[in-house]
């Protein structure tokens, strides 16, 4: 059984059909994609049961070295890229409405963020240099390249702190978190690669500059759209791409809201444990993002593949899924109503727990 259990990944393709839909399509068609996310995957989420199982350990180490589950990650770069070129060509139709517009590059943003950033992501914490550079090509559609520097050079360190500018903290504002979070990773990026190349005794004004070697690549891929395909067109592609990144950090916010980890006497932070992210068991999420809902594991152990990732039971749960998590996430008065009391109870039994350990 375990030699199918790839087959529960299927589901991931009607991501991009959905797209497809949506830039071959006209009227509300080009919302196809707008809302099988956020319409009918929530609704999904909410008729089918939790799971919460793991693997037992000799499943673990037959699923985690199948390359099958490898393959379905390679395979979402061409598609990626298909779904690009559909869009440039889509979006430059002399009968399209602002309308049908403005659907298209909702859904291709969609896509940016969903399939691109989040599968860039899972490939970025990988040691081969050919999936590393997958992960820049993914991040590439989205024009998010830095993300690969500030994730895992700083994200994952300072997870849950004052330092991480996408650790989302209490009362914050989801809109002026996209601020803190865009800029300031971007910030750090640029501080990262400065340390890096201190330390090797290299000029950071230089090719050796991973930054400088992204902002020449995303300049000439812009440039490129625009020889390619117009101005107009590469236009939209950069609003498709702010929709993606976007996409990301509201992730982002809903993933690590209010949650902090404790200062040492050494005046250090405490290691980083499943309790410092929110994790959620909904199935049709699980499925649909890689695994990444199962994020308190991913923190725990980063290196661990999405297909081996685990349910903690004393990890905070998020109520809803992740597209449910992103449309609540939107209205402000509602996500305090919900998450601070979630957050409240979840100390309190966790403190709890631990007094009587």
């Known amino acids: 059984m375990n030699r199918y259990r790839f087959l529960k990944y299927l589901p991931i393709y009607t991501v991009p059909l959905a797209a497809y839909i949506a830039l071959t399509g006209s009227g509300w068609w080009t919302y196809a994609l707008v809302i099988y996310a956020f319409g009918i995957v929530p609704l999904l989420d909410a008729i089918f049961p939790i799971d919460d199982k793991n693997l037992s350990q000799a499943e673990e180490e037959i699923v985690k070295t199948d390359r099958i589950y490898d393959y379905l990650l390679y395979s979402t770069l061409p598609i990626q890229y298909a779904l690009l070129v559909l869009f440039l060509f889509a979006v430059q139709r002399p009968d399209l409405s602002n309308f049908e517009l403005a659907g298209m590059i909702l859904s291709f943003g969609i896509c940016c963020g969903g399939i691109g950033i989040n599968v860039a992501h899972e490939l970025g914490h990988r040691t081969k240099t050919s999936e590393q ?161 199962r994020h308190s594991d991913h923190h725990y152990r980063a290196s661990r593949k999405y297909q081996v990732l685990r349910h903690f039971a004393n990890a905070p749960q998020m109520p809803l899924g992740y597209p449910g998590m992103i449309l609540l996430s939107l209205f402000p008065p509602a996500w305090f109503y919900v998450m601070n009391r979630r957050i409240d109870n979840y100390k309190a039994q966790f403190d709890t727990e631990h007094a009587l350990a």
Do not use: C
């Open 133 to 293: 550079n997958m992960s820049k090509a993914l991040l590439l559609t989205s024009l998010y390249m830095h993300f690969f520097i500030e994730h895992n050079r700083g994200h994952h360190k300072n997870v849950s702190t004052p330092n991480d500018p996408a650790s989302s903290q209490r009362n914050e504002l989801l809109y002026t978190f996209w601020i803190r979070s865009v800029v300031g990773s971007y910030l750090s990026a640029w501080h990262l690669e400065h340390e890096r190349l201190q330390k090797q005794g290299l000029s950071i004004i230089s090719l050796h500059n991973e930054m400088i070697r992204f902002s020449i690549i995303q300049l000439a891929f812009l440039g490129a759209i625009a020889w390619a395909f117009g101005v107009m067109a590469m236009l939209y592609f950069v609003v498709s791409a702010v929709i993606g990144f976007l996409l990301l950090e509201t992730i982002n916010y809903v993933e690590h809201y209010g949650l902090s980890r404790k200062k040492t006497d050494r005046g250090t932070y405490e290691q980083v444990m499943p309790v410092h992210s929110w994790n959620s068991d909904y199935v049709v999420g699980r499925v649909l993002l890689f695994e990444l809902t």
